[in-house]
């Protein structure tokens, strides 16, 4: 059984950088593609970023391309998110979620860590 704990969420004026982290468990990490959704309050879970399970390859959503990246540390364990120039409409709760090699969906997701960008 996988198990994911995402840390870094805090109150953050608009400008701002935070890092968020998840650290993963249960599995062979390094097999295993991770993503970052967030969800706002009253709105929907919305995709933000993914890399592959090699970390070969990353997207984004065109909300934060050019200020957010996506990392994943196989000796840690662990798949950062780097929010950089965070603006209020960035405030939600952050989730991280992880599909087993290119499967399309994700099986596993963690509780989230919320992230509230003053202006």
């Known amino acids: 059984q996988v198990q994911l704990v995402e840390s870094g969420g805090t109150l953050v004026q608009a400008g701002g950088s935070l890092r968020l982290s998840c650290a993963f468990s249960?599995?062979?990490?390094?097999?295993?593609?991770m993503g970052w959704f967030r969800q706002a309050s009253g709105k929907e879970r919305e995709f933000v970023a993914d890399i592959t399970w090699s970390g070969g390859d990353t997207s984004y959503a065109d909300s934060v391309k050019g200020r957010f990246t996506i990392s994943k540390d196989n000796a840690k364990n662990t798949v950062y998110l780097q929010m950089n120039s965070l603006k209020p409409e960035d405030t939600a709760v952050y989730y991280c979620?992880?599909?087993?090699?290119?499967?399309?969906?994700?099986?596993?997701w963690g509780q989230g860590t919320q992230v509230t960008v003053s202006p």
């Open positions: 979620a992880c599909a087993f090699g290119t499967r399309p969906s994700y099986e596993y």
């Open positions: 249960g599995r062979t990490f390094r097999r295993y593609a």
